[in-house]
C-alpha cells in the first residue's frame, strides 16, 4: 500500500525466490513507465521501462507488467539475489520529467 | 560506463547561505535535470535543462533556485538562500534525448541546512 513519510513498504524475501513489487500510478495518460532501483547512498539507476502500448516488456531477470486498465504497474524479479536489496520506484514519464511514486523496499536473505 | 558525477557529496550550511551543487552530465548528453529526494520520501522534480535554457520547472523550484551550464561540462543547481527544508539529498541526471527516460543519475549531493 501507500507509504507516508519515513515509512516505506517493505518486501522481504528468501534468495532464490521470485519477487514481485508492486505500483500504482495516478495519469491515466501517461505512455511510459519505467522502473528505478536506488542503493544506499546512490542515485536511482533504471532498470527497465515500457511503454502503455505494451503490456508486457522482459529484461535480464526483471519483467515489468502494465494494466492500464487499473493503472498498476509491476516489477517481477527472477532468483532474487542479495545484491537485488534495494529501494525500488516506479515513475511516469511526462514531457521532460520524471514523476516517481513513493517506493518499496526490497530485503533479500541469504 | 559513462557516469554523471556529482559534487560535493555532502555538503552543510547555515540558514540563509547561498549553495551551489555541481555536475558533470554524460559527456554527449544533451539535456540535464536536477532532482531532490528529502530523507524517506520520493524523488520529486526540480528543473529540466536544454540548449542552455530551462525546458520545465516544478512548483518547488521557485525563485530562490537558478540553474546555470557555465562551461561545457559542468551543470550547476544554486541556491540562494538556503531555508531548513531545502535539506535534502539532490540528484543530477543527464539524457541523450527528451524522450529517452533512460537517464543517467548522479549519486547526488546530500545538503544539510543548519
Known amino acids: 500500500g501507500e507509504s507516508v513519510g519515513l515509512h516505506l513498504p517493505t518486501l522481504s524475501v528468501q534468495e532464490g525466490d521470485n519477487s514481485i513489487i508492486n505500483c500504482a500510478y495516478s495519469n491515466s495518460a501517461s505512455d511510459y513507465f519505467i522502473w528505478y532501483k536506488q542503493e544506499s547512498g546512490k542515485g536511482p539507476q533504471f532498470i527497465i521501462d515500457i511503454r502503455s502500448n505494451m503490456d508486457k516488456r522482459q529484461g535480464q531477470r526483471v519483467t515489468v507488467l502494465l494494466n492500464k486498465t487499473v493503472k498498476h504497474l509491476s516489477l517481477q524479479i527472477a532468483a532474487t539475489q542479495p545484491g537485488d536489496s534495494a529501494v525500488y520506484f516506479c515513475a511516469e514519464g511526462g514531457y521532460s520529467t520524471l514523476t516517481f511514486g513513493k517506493g518499496t523496499m526490497l530485503l533479500v536473505s541469504p | 560506463e559513462p557516469e554523471v558525477t556529482q559534487t560535493p557529496s555532502h555538503q552543510v550550511t547555515q540558514m540563509g547561505q547561498e549553495v551551489i551543487l555541481r555536475c558533470v552530465p554524460i559527456?554527449?548528453?544533451?539535456?540535464f535535470y536536477w532532482y531532490r529526494q528529502i530523507l524517506g520520501q520520493k524523488v520529486e522534480f526540480l528543473v529540466s535543462f536544454y540548449n542552455n535554457e530551462i525546458s520545465e520547472k516544478s512548483e518547488i523550484f521557485d525563485d530562490q533556485f537558478s540553474v546555470e551550464r557555465p562551461d561545457g561540462s559542468n551543470f550547476t543547481l544554486k541556491i540562494r538562500s538556503t531555508k531548513l527544508e531545502d535539506s535534502a539529498m539532490y540528484f543530477c541526471a543527464s539524457s541523450e534525448a527528451i524522450l529517452n527516460y533512460g537517464y543517467t543519475f548522479g549519486s547526488g549531493t546530500r545538503l544539510t541546512v543548519v
Open positions: 559527456s554527449n548528453h544533451l539535456y
